[in-house]
């Protein structure tokens, strides 16, 4: 007989199979998952406590990796006088750091737990939060230190690898699609609301001037509660190891890297264009860079984070009734004629046909994050020879090596954050215009349109990719 739990009635539900024991410091050992009766029995509700509190985390590590995305475009009414180079180095800092920081953060769950590192990971938040309040505050902070803070913005970045490892671990591998689901577009719209709120919070009521360290104030609040959360309702699971050896494997499959190349396409478009759309919107159209309604100031640019995570699930969606290549090529494609109908709107100056044709481009950026998310495990059970058109995740040992490469895949397609304002910057310094970097893009989709129809567009073995 095991032993009895030891924890205190109140704070979990019931749980019906007597093998799950509740330990000091919220520690559950016996999870699992694929257990029908335990499932029933009261891990459902568990699992679902901890998804609400990591989609929170995950949700503010979102808003923290992208603040310097709107401030950057509000630093010169500040008193601050950085050059074009200097601006975007702001903006694709936060984006390279939160890339290279994923790789550790995969591995943070198993050695610290679960809840244990969301309390932990959330509370790193405070740093670049209120930094930035302390740097923005004083114009004459050097373009160093500005930096340096913008870097350490890279903490909310990596949350998103430890978020969506420690769900893996909640869930059956039946329902892990809808949960990471969640978790991810929970996370993404945290891009949209940090450049809703921010030039809401730092004008409304501050008449002719700025309250520039409002934007990083307003949300210590909220990390402080997502922390007390994380420490109140979460779990530490015992059964939750790290997998170096399918990490390696994963590394060692050449798809790995052909679906990362993809992944940079359609994620690292994604939060590449979230990061600098408010600074296009200011250089091209700055008369419509904010609205004034009452008091406050408001930015359309959160709109095409918006759409891009409200489209990601669908994108998803249609990947698993037609098939995800076929939908991340409807993408590229998609993506290549917003890009060259954004080019074709600034001759003509027009404000709205421009804002279109990049919602454009974020619905399709959107949609191909799901799908390109979608063909992973399909892939890699198809190079085991274990999928089937009923079991497209293939066996237990080649979902291990799918869990470790969709890790990975997130990484590497978060450089596009960092890639694409880099590139940006390149064509506004040296061409005069955003046009060529731009044409740049539509370029490199076209190659990613090719390498997909090249690699993936078939039927293998019975089933379609």
């Not at 995950?58 to 500040?78: D, H, R, T, Y």
């Not at 601006?87 to 939160?98: A, D, E, Q, R, T």
């Not at 390498?451 to 990719?465: E, S, W």
């Given at each position: 007989?095991?032993?009895?739990?030891?924890?205190?009635?109140?704070?979990?539900?019931?749980?019906?199979?007597?093998?799950?024991?509740?330990?000091?410091?919220?520690?559950?050992?016996?999870?699992?998952?694929?257990?029908?009766?335990?499932?029933?029995?009261?891990?459902?509700?568990?699992?679902?406590?901890?998804?609400?509190?990591?989609?929170?985390?995950?949700?503010?590590?979102?808003?923290?990796?992208?603040?310097?995305?709107?401030?950057?475009?509000?630093?010169?009414?500040?008193?601050?006088?950085?050059?074009?180079?200097?601006?975007?180095?702001?903006?694709?800092?936060?984006?390279?750091?939160?890339?290279?920081?994923?790789?550790?953060?995969?591995?943070?769950?198993?050695?610290?737990g679960g809840r244990n590192w969301t309390m932990i990971s959330a509370a790193l938040l405070l740093i670049p939060s209120i930094g930035l309040a302390i740097c923005v505050s004083n114009p004459g902070t050097p373009f160093g230190v500005m930096l340096f803070v913008a870097a350490l913005a890279g903490f909310g970045g990596g949350n998103f690898a430890s978020s969506m490892s420690n769900i893996t671990y909640f869930y059956p591998q039946s329902q892990k699609?809808?949960?990471?689901?969640?978790?991810?577009?929970?996370?993404?719209?945290?891009?949209?609301?940090?450049?809703?709120?921010?030039?809401?919070?730092?004008?409304?009521?501050?008449?002719?001037?700025?309250?520039?360290?409002?934007?990083?104030?307003?949300?210590?609040?909220?990390?402080?509660?997502?922390?007390?959360?994380?420490?109140?309702?979460?779990?530490?699971?015992?059964?939750?190891?790290?997998?170096?050896?399918?990490?390696?494997?994963?590394?060692?499959?050449?798809?790995?890297?052909?679906?990362?190349?993809?992944?940079?396409?359609?994620?690292?478009?994604?939060?590449?264009?979230?990061?600098?759309?408010?600074?296009?919107?200011?250089?091209?159209?700055?008369?419509?860079?904010?609205?004034?309604?009452?008091?406050?100031?408001?930015?359309?640019?959160?709109?095409?984070?918006?759409?891009?995570?409200?489209?990601?699930?669908?994108?998803?969606?249609?990947?698993?009734?037609?098939?995800?290549?076929?939908?991340?090529?409807?993408?590229?494609?998609?993506?290549?004629?917003?890009?060259?109908?954004?080019?074709?709107?600034?001759?003509?100056?027009?404000?709205?046909?421009?804002?279109?044709?990049?919602?454009?481009?974020?619905?399709?950026?959107?949609?191909?994050?799901?799908?390109?998310?979608?063909?992973?495990?399909?892939?890699?059970?198809?190079?085991?020879?274990?999928a089937t058109d009923t079991q497209r995740s293939g066996d237990i040992t080649t979902q291990r090596k799918t869990a470790a490469a969709l890790g990975l895949i997130s990484a590497i397609g978060a450089y596009g954050g960092f890639i694409i304002p880099q590139l940006l910057s390149l064509s506004k310094t040296s061409f005069g215009s955003y046009s060529t970097g731009l044409g740049w893009f539509v370029m490199a989709y076209a190659v990613m349109l090719t390498?997909?129809?090249?690699?993936?567009?078939?039927?293998?073995?019975?089933?379609?990719?």
């Open positions: 007989m095991s032993a009895p739990t030891t924890t205190a009635p109140h704070e979990h539900p019931p749980v019906l199979d007597s093998k799950l024991i509740f330990r000091p410091g919220r520690v559950i050992d016996g999870w699992n998952a694929e257990d029908p009766a335990q499932w029933a029995g009261g891990g459902k509700q568990i699992a679902m406590r901890n998804l609400r509190w990591s989609i929170f985390a995950e949700f503010l590590g979102f808003v923290i990796w992208q603040l310097w995305s709107i401030v950057v475009v509000s630093l010169p009414k500040a008193g601050f006088e950085f050059d074009t180079g200097q601006i975007f180095w702001l903006i694709s800092m936060p984006s390279l750091i939160g890339a290279t920081l994923r790789f550790p953060y995969s591995f943070m769950v198993p050695k610290f699609g809808w949960a990471l689901g969640l978790n991810a577009a929970g996370g993404n719209l945290g891009a949209s609301v940090a450049q809703f709120v921010v030039p809401i919070a730092i004008t409304i009521g501050a008449a002719a001037t700025l309250n520039l360290p409002l934007a990083g104030w307003i949300w210590v609040p909220l990390i402080l509660v997502a922390v007390f959360g994380a420490y109140k309702r979460m779990d530490n699971l015992s059964s939750a190891k790290a997998d170096f050896g399918a990490s390696l494997a994963a590394l060692k499959e050449p798809h790995l890297w052909i679906l990362a190349v993809l992944y940079i396409g359609t994620f690292g478009s994604f939060i590449g264009f979230a990061s600098v759309f408010p600074k296009l919107i200011a250089d091209t159209f700055p008369q419509f860079s904010t609205f004034t309604v009452g008091s406050a100031s408001l930015s359309l640019a959160f709109l095409g984070a918006l759409v891009g995570s409200l489209a990601r699930p669908f994108g998803g969606r249609l990947a698993d009734r037609f098939g995800g290549s076929v939908v991340t090529m409807g993408a590229f494609i998609v993506m290549g004629a917003g890009a060259l109908f954004v080019i074709a709107t600034l001759p003509l100056n027009n404000f709205w046909l421009f804002l279109g044709s990049f919602l454009v481009l974020f619905m399709a950026s959107g949609m191909g994050n799901g799908s390109t998310y979608r063909m992973i495990p399909t892939v890699f059970a198809l190079r085991s020879g274990t390498i997909t129809a090249v690699f993936y567009l078939r039927k293998r073995d019975g089933v379609r990719i």
